[in-house]
């Protein structure tokens, strides 16, 4: 007898797009690969499903949504070596192997690239899924444009401005790579997803950034120290998200928090005249060149910083942050426009503050007119080490519908790889004690090894929230951010069958892509 193809998960806990937990059956047409409504189904088709799996009482969730990770088991995103098909082959090894964490979609990340190889990369990085494995959704170029006080491990000497605006990243990423959505869909692709993170006080970003959000891709704010000013403007000009918030920008400061300032930003924001407030001296130093070398007489050495990682800053940002109102000329330069020529024109439609504010019935609130701003959504690494517990709390209690769960993992995430010495590159090797990666014989980090299911649980301790909120930062709130929440991401009908089941602490029991089966835990 032949199956009608049609499968009910009962016996399950679903994950709400509130972060609730409900007691519910699911409906998916594995034949499809896709969710289905129950209750439409059954007065359509006047059938019940053939198979019926019992989840004992567990979570059934979307599967997570990593939207930053470098690489993982083995390969680095960020490096071209042996042609296309060995890179095809390495990217296939990650989709095949990541599903054990919960990951059934990823957006592959590069770091800063000579400029020869970014048309090659992100060619190779459109929108693919292997058989029985995660799904590559596309590309995340993070850099060139970047500020150098905040490079992190990005190579100094392929760090550039964008001198022509849009035509510069064009020239950089190639033109076939930043053509409108549709056009770069072209092929079949339903769900493909492009982000950029650059810095907006660079020379030339800030006009780029309209331009590339009506082109459906995803600008974030990083590696930056522009002010709240900037940082403003940037998210009126279509900027959508911020990078590894907390990382690679300036220490909160109370009277200009700068970029992460914007996760208590007020949705009378964009009413506001330009604000001309500078409690602070402008820097006398261009931190976009390169630090003079101190007087020979001058007795304090410059000290290592104690970590190689992508996201940690190569330079330590004072207190008195940001560093810069930048210096005068920047100032000048990137002064917040009035807010009327600052009206969003991203592609990918923000959620509506309404659902976000809380207001009593009767009130007249000006954060449901056409002028509301809209706070950014903004990613975090949840390790215990990039971010201390108190920030992560701090962050999300302030703003809960934007926080989305990264890795930001390098090439050696293996949740396998034992503690130890292990080669890593150029000839250095790493000593791997938990979740933390040394070089070899210092105290100097290495990066993140964190799988997303660990960052999940960690989070929902951090932040004090509910285990079925924490799945919602690594489910829901990356795909409305990358606006592909009707595919990806949560369990409405007609979304992909991409699904987990975890236990009631959240530990990944098996994985399913398209209603297929892929990993058990054995």
């Known amino acids: ?79 071209y070596e042996g042609g296309d098909q060995a890179y095809r082959d390495g990217l296939k090894l990650v989709a095949e192997r990541i599903v054990e964490t919960g990951v059934t979609a990823l957006v592959p990340t590069i770091i800063t690239q000579e400029k020869y190889l970014y048309p090659k990369l992100l060619r190779l990085l459109r929108p693919w899924s292997p058989p029985g494995a995660a799904h590559l959704l596309g590309w995340h170029a993070e850099g060139p444009f970047l500020h150098l006080a905040k490079r992190g491990a990005h190579s100094p000497p ?26 770069w869909l072209m092929g079949g692709d339903t769900v493909g997803v492009r982000i950029i993170t650059a810095a907006p006080e660079v020379e030339g970003v800030m006009d ?7 082109r459906g891709i995803c600008f974030n704010i990083g590696h930056s120290i522009c002010s709240t000013d900037i940082a403003t403007a940037a998210v009126q000009n279509g900027a959508r998200c911020i990078t590894h918030l907390f990382n690679a920008m300036p220490q909160l400061h109370h009277r200009d928090p700068s970029i992460i300032g914007l996760l208590g930003s007020s949705p009378y924001a964009s009413l506001a005249p330009a604000s001309d407030f500078a409690p602070l001296p402008p820097s006398t130093v261009n931190i976009q060149e390169k630090p003079t070398p101190p007087a020979p007489s001058t007795p304090k050495k410059a000290i290592p910083p104690p970590y190689a990682s992508e996201a940690f800053d190569e330079i330590q940002t004072p207190p008195q942050t940001p560093v810069v109102l930048a210096t005068q000329s920047q100032s000048k330069a990137h002064k917040r426009p009035q807010s009327k020529s600052l009206t969003s024109t991203a592609a990918i439609t923000p959620t509506s503050l309404g659902s976000r504010q809380s207001s009593q019935s009767g009130n007249i609130s000006l954060a449901n007119s056409a002028f509301a701003f809209e706070r950014p959504f903004y990613e975090i690494i949840v390790d215990g080490i990039h971010s201390h517990p108190n920030s992560v709390r701090l962050a999300y209690s302030a703003h809960p519908d934007g926080c989305i769960l990264i890795t930001d993992a390098m090439k050696i995430l293996d949740p396998h790889l034992k503690d130890g010495i292990h080669e890593w590159r150029d000839g250095r090797r790493f000593y791997k004690e938990g979740d ?36 919602k930062c690594a489910t829901f709130n990356p795909a409305k951010c990358l606006g592909i929440e009707n595919k990806k991401g949560s369990l409405r009908a007609g979304a992909d069958a991409d699904l987990i089941v975890l236990d009631r602490q959240g530990q990944v029991l098996n994985t399913w892509v398209k209603g297929k ?3 058990e835990k054995k």
């Open 158 to 183: 392929l760090i550039i401005p964008a001198s022509d605006g849009f035509k510069t990243f064009e020239s950089t990423y190639s033109p076939e790579n930043l053509v409108d959505a549709e056009d």
């Open 436 to 471: 933390k990666l040394y070089l070899e014989g210092t105290t100097t980090l290495a990066g993140s090894v964190i799988p997303l299911d660990k960052c999940v649980r960690n989070f929902a301790r951090f932040a004090g929230c509910s285990l079925g909120e924490a799945i």
């Open 517 to 519: 089966l892929v990993w």
């Open 208 to 214: 780029a950034i309209a331009t590339a959000s009506k």
């Open 1 to 79: 007898m032949t199956s009608n193809g049609l499968v009910c998960f009962t016996n399950c806990l679903l994950p709400q797009e509130d972060g609730g937990l409900v007691e519910q059956d699911l409906w998916i047409d594995e034949r499809r690969g896709v969710i289905l409504d129950a209750q439409a189904t059954f007065f359509l088709r006047k059938e019940r499903p053939d198979k019926i799996i019992d989840i004992g009482g567990n979570i059934l969730s979307p599967g997570y949504i990593d939207i930053q990770i470098n690489g993982g088991f083995g390969f680095d995103f960020s490096v």
